[in-house]
């Protein structure tokens, strides 16, 4: 089979790098793609994924068997639907089913009406309004731009003044442009975080391994958020107890929800949790694999993911055997200096070849530069993944690698697999 896949960060290096291990696929294309894609696919470049127009008639001319959907921005625009339309099977979901990740206050509704449980919130689209109801439900003050903002659209404001701030940038300034239009307050959820990502179909909803992100720019959580500096898998946060309480409360509704409001999911569903007192609660979904989780996940899926992609786009996931690997699992991101700030480019990266065997090093934020040198190209450059048959051990090999690998500016956290507060 030939197949396309749609991005170019550390997620589709993964899910491109699984890929190719399938002996069913003879050919990966991808688009836009980075220097550590290239060595498993052929990358057309020219256009961004986010330029579903040009996506859609790509797809046209390369006559995939299937395509791949790695981030949000395209799926929210309705790829999918454009692409299905030309007859070629998708992986990721419709533009109706996409809005899960669109728009916190569809979530929110879906949330309330399965009685799944989540954080107290309220929806504003006045700024005046949630002026006069500021500390509702107290500080922080949790505040989310109903869109779509790469990941910065929260704010835990700790006091009156920062919550203020927040709801004029949101609101007044329109920072995140229409996404912040609509703004969903919550109550403050504490407790650990943790991510299940889910394949879906119109057959099954079925978890993967937990992966634990780290979303923080510094050490010990502390420091603006990113897209995630890290992940290990499998999350140690999660017991028995715990796992039967996700799937009771949170996973069966949700498919049920699904299939009550006729919501066509075919794609992975990420589901952010809160372990909270009161047991698991969901903070967020996204329609999408995880970045950097998948790098941890798919690092020991020991099934072709082809034969799992092709089974979700044929509503055959319920069949469909998936296993894991017990090995565990780390990430390590090494990010450019300013990031999650402006940062910059067009650093020569060194060390990519002295990893040891059974590191993989996925590329994030990469291109090539003249004679084939390879530059950093983005804010989160790679991720350095090692399995191990403890967590320290994966731990540990991770970090003897990360070690190797440099670039001007390069900076990485010293707490990945550290676990807070469990
Ligand atoms: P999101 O973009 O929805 O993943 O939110 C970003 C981060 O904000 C989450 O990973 C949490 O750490 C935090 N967060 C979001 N909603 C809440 C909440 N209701 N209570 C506490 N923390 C939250
Ligand atoms: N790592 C968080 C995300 O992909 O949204």
């Known amino acids: 089979m030939k197949v396309l896949i749609v991005g170019g ?51 046209e001319t390369e006559k995939p068997d299937l395509v791949v959907i790695g981030p949000e921005v395209p799926l929210a625009l309705g790829l999918t639907d454009l692409i299905e339309a030309k007859g070629i099977p998708v992986f990721g979901p419709n533009k109706k089913c996409s809005r899960l990740e669109a728009s ?17 919130s309220r929806v504003f689209t006045d700024k005046d309004e949630l002026l006069s109801s500021i500390g509702l439900y107290g500080y922080p003050m949790v505040l989310k731009a109903d869109g779509l903002a790469a990941g910065k659209g929260v704010v835990l404001a700790a006091d009156e003044n920062e919550a203020r701030q927040a709801i004029e940038e949101m609101m007044g300034d329109r920072v995140f442009g229409e996404a912040g239009d609509t703004v969903v307050v919550e109550e403050c959820l504490v407790g650990v975080e943790a991510s299940v990502l889910c394949f879906v179909d119109g057959s099954a909803l079925v978890p993967m391994e937990s992966a634990q992100d780290y979303k923080r720019i510094f050490d010990e959580d502390k420091g603006p958020n990113t897209g995630g500096m890290g992940t290990y898998s499998p999350s140690l946060v999660f017991t028995g107890k715990l796992n039967a309480q996700i799937r009771e409360r949170i996973l069966e509704p949700t498919f049920a929800g699904f299939k009550k409001d006729g919501l066509d999911f075919r794609g992975v569903l990420f589901i952010g949790l809160m372990m909270t007192d009161e047991g698991p609660k969901v903070i967020e979904f996204n329609n999408r694999f995880g970045d950097p989780e998948t790098q941890s996940v798919l690092r020991r899926l020991e099934s072709d993911l082809l034969d799992i992609f092709v089974a979700v786009t044929e509503d055959r996931l319920a069949q469909q055997e998936i296993t894991w690997s017990d090995e565990r699992a780390v990430c390590v991101a090494l990010a450019s200096a300013g990031y999650p700030g402006p940062y910059e480019k067009g650093k020569p990266i060194s060390g990519l070849d002295a990893v040891e065997d059974g590191i993989v090093v996925f590329h994030a934020g990469t291109t090539f530069g003249k004679d084939g ?31 190797r690998i440099t670039f001007d500016g390069a900076h990485y956290r010293g707490d990945i697999g550290v676990v807070y507060g469990a």
């Open 9 to 59: 960060g550390g997620r589709e290096h993964a899910i491109a790098w699984k890929l190719a291990q399938s002996p069913k696929v003879h050919e990966i294309v991808c688009a836009p793609g980075n220097a550590g894609i290239a060595q498993v696919a052929r990358c057309v470049g020219g256009a961004d994924a986010e330029d579903v127009g040009a996506m859609a008639r790509l797809a």
């Open 104 to 120: 916190k206050s569809f979530t929110k509704d879906f949330l309330i009406r399965h009685g799944i449980p989540t954080a107290k």
């Open 373 to 403: 040198v390879i530059l950093t190209n983005g804010g989160r450059v790679l991720g350095v993944t090692a399995t191990g048959k403890t967590h320290d051990e994966a731990r540990a090999k991770a970090y003897a690698n990360v070690s």
